[in-house]
């Protein structure tokens, strides 16, 4: 069994930026942490440019256009499909995104996001000047797509590639369905990957119950979640550092329980979605046993709810029942030589 060390509460501040970040395999979720690696840099009071190229999904567009702060454009056109970086018009909206990322560049924003960079409209010779100017500019830049080349991974700093594991349906946002989600991994961007289905569902107007585990309600995003319309942030608040295989403590499995309450609660509501962040984790932890995880998605399914969750490790008992199992693998991390810092990290 491997045991984690985990501390949410004293992770250590490094300022300085300009570290790159890609994120690719399945396209929706990693637009997902893209969305909400940008709310979590705003939460942290960080300057925050986001370009969306391409045909990616854009559900969240409706939030990030309402949120001061996030400087939004997409570059993109439904009637366009298919073709490579040469076809005329998805080129043009190419070099329009393009000409307005290097001028967030220009002008030093902390934070630069590319959702649909990797698409085969942008060249890597484009992709590579950009990082080459966000690197000397310190500016931190975030990328994804389904794919991305050998040449940029061996250049990034962070490299996550999310896996579909197993799936039973297409349509992440649909009607009432009792679906339930897994998304677990080593790698850069389960948290906010969830954050960003947040912003993605409550965009198409769903009440979205986000409940965080482990964690004491003061990371980056957070601030951000509680002033989305659409959106309830639950967190039990001060969580003591935990070593993972050792027996946790009282304090430590009340904080747990009293997540799990609002879970159960936000079910009963009628919420739409229920976001279990770090669930997966508390469970490899001790303070949530298997048996209240499959309770809780019997009870989920039974409420006709969505119902997702994240952690490190994924649980064979968990992943065999729910309908869908996301792996977030690490490529790249520059871990441990590089301190967690605020706004990206947490």
Not at 111 to 116: A, F, H, M
Not at 147 to 153: A, K, T, V
Not at 308 to 331: A, F, L, Q, T
Request: glycine fraction near 10%; proline fraction near 1%.
């Amino acid at each position: 069994m491997r045991f984690l060390r985990i501390d949410y509460t004293g992770v250590s501040l490094m300022q300085g930026y300009g570290k790159i970040h890609a994120v690719y395999g399945d396209e929706r979720t990693g637009s997902c942490a893209l969305v909400g690696g940008a709310v979590r840099a705003l939460g942290a009071g960080l300057d925050v440019g986001f370009v969306r190229f391409g045909d990616t999904d854009g559900s969240y567009a409706a939030v990030l256009e309402e949120i001061k702060g996030i400087d939004y454009v997409c570059c993109e056109s439904s009637k366009i499909c298919g073709g490579s970086y040469r076809n005329g018009e998805k080129r043009r909206l190419a070099e329009r995104g393009l000409d307005y990322a290097h001028a967030c560049l220009d002008r030093e924003v902390d934070v630069l996001i590319l959702d649909g960079v990797f698409s085969g409209i942008v060249s890597n010779e484009e992709i590579a000047a950009l990082m080459d100017c966000a690197n000397e500019r310190e500016v931190e830049l975030m990328m994804g797509r389904r794919r991305c080349s050998d040449e940029i991974i061996e250049r990034a700093d962070y490299v996550s590639e999310i896996k579909n594991i197993k799936s039973t349906h297409a349509s992440w946002i649909s009607g009432r369905e009792g679906k339930v989600y897994e998304i677990c991994g080593d790698g850069k961007g389960k948290t906010t990957m969830l954050v960003g289905e947040a912003v993605s569902y409550a965009g198409k107007g769903k009440d979205v119950r986000f409940i965080q585990f482990m964690k004491d309600g003061t990371s980056s995003e957070v601030e951000v979640l509680e002033n989305v319309a659409g959106i309830t942030y639950m967190c039990p608040g001060e969580h003591e550092f935990i070593y993972c295989g050792i027996c946790p403590t009282e304090k430590q499995r009340r904080h747990a329980e009293t997540a799990l309450g609002y879970v159960y609660s936000a079910l009963n509501e009628g919420a739409d979605v229920v976001v279990c962040d770090e669930i997966l984790t508390a469970n490899g932890c001790m303070t949530v046993s298997t048996r209240e995880i499959e309770d809780l998605i019997n009870y989920a399914k039974s409420k006709k709810g969505k119902l997702i969750m994240s952690g490190h490790s994924c649980n064979p008992n968990v992943s065999r029942v729910v309908d869908c199992v996301y792996e977030v693998d690490k490529i790249k991390h520059p871990f441990p030589e590089l301190a967690a810092r605020k706004g990206i990290e947490y």
